[in-house]
């Protein structure tokens, strides 16, 4: 961990359900409770030889105050799992990490939560799109507050980004975006979420508000080859090491 306020860096140790083994295939969040910032991870396994099929089957958190890694007695539930990317935008929503564990094509994908408060696992389904045929990729995202679900569609040469946000009585879809020419990439969120970063490959990183009008460009070049995540930088001066 690196607070670059502070320029101040902490090593995480291995957790110790990793054993001996060098290749830690886990999925990993990050939250802030109670004064204290704690990493969880998910462990991977497959419970099936034959099938290969990855499954969630155990937690640990490890707590900056104690140094130390414990496991969490209420584990996640079982969950398949076909997604062990990181998360393209933040998906930490007050105390409440996010993560996209499956998503196909024609079906809702499944979102696991776990509250830093707490220690408590919880599970949610994605909204139903109209557009599923066309589907291409999704993510949570941290939007003003309230867990937001993005979704990118791709028509042959145009991409249509749809924008969702978890209210008291479910989602409530906010915004239609694009169509954008599918050459395009969007890349996140930024200035409190009212800007959609996106670019095209040897073009500079412009913005966009929610009904795809441009606002600005950065001095940014978009490489080929190059791939990044954007995420809101919030000062602090809290010490890493106690």
């Known amino acids: 961990m690196w607070n670059p306020t502070t320029n101040e860096v902490?090593?995480?140790p291995p957790s110790p359900s990793l054993g001996n083994r060098y290749i830690d295939e886990s999925l990993c969040?990050?939250?802030?409770?109670?004064?204290?910032?704690?990493?969880v991870k998910l462990n991977i396994s497959t419970n099936d030889g034959r099938t290969k099929m990855l499954y969630l089957l155990s937690a640990e958190v490890y707590n900056i105050n104690t140094k130390s890694?414990?496991?969490?007695?209420?584990?996640?539930?079982?969950?398949?799992?076909?997604?062990q990317d990181?998360?393209?935008y933040n998906t930490l929503v007050n105390g409440v990490y996010h993560w996209i564990t499956s998503s196909y094509q024609y079906k809702v994908s499944n979102i696991l939560c776990f509250d830093f408060h707490n220690n408590?696992?919880?599970?949610?389904q994605a909204p139903y799109s109209r557009y599923l045929e066309s589907f291409f990729?999704?993510?949570?995202?941290?939007?003003k507050d309230s867990l937001g679900y993005v979704v990118q569609h791709r028509f042959s040469t145009r991409i249509l980004l749809e924008i969702w946000i978890?209210?008291?009585?479910?989602?409530?879809?906010?915004?239609?975006?694009?169509?954008?020419s599918s050459v395009f990439t969007i890349f996140g969120l930024w200035n409190k979420d009212d800007e959609i970063l996106i670019g095209k490959v040897g073009q500079l990183l412009r913005s966009?508000?929610?009904?795809?009008?441009?606002l600005r460009q950065f001095q940014i070049d978009i490489l080929e080859d190059e791939y990044f995540w954007i995420y809101e930088f919030v000062p602090s001066i809290t010490l890493l090491l106690k």
């Open 10 to 12: 902490h090593f995480i």
């Open 29 to 39: 969040g990050f939250g802030n409770a109670n004064d204290d910032f704690k990493v």
């Open 69 to 83: 890694w414990t496991l969490i007695i209420n584990h996640p539930p079982i969950t398949m799992v076909t997604r």
């Open 86 to 88: 990181p998360p393209r």
């Open 120 to 124: 408590q696992f919880q599970q949610l």
């Open 137 to 143: 990729c999704d993510d949570v995202a941290a939007i």
């Open 166 to 180: 978890m209210e008291q009585d479910g989602w409530s879809k906010k915004y239609n975006i694009g169509p954008f």
């Open 208 to 214: 966009y508000d929610h009904h795809g009008n441009a």
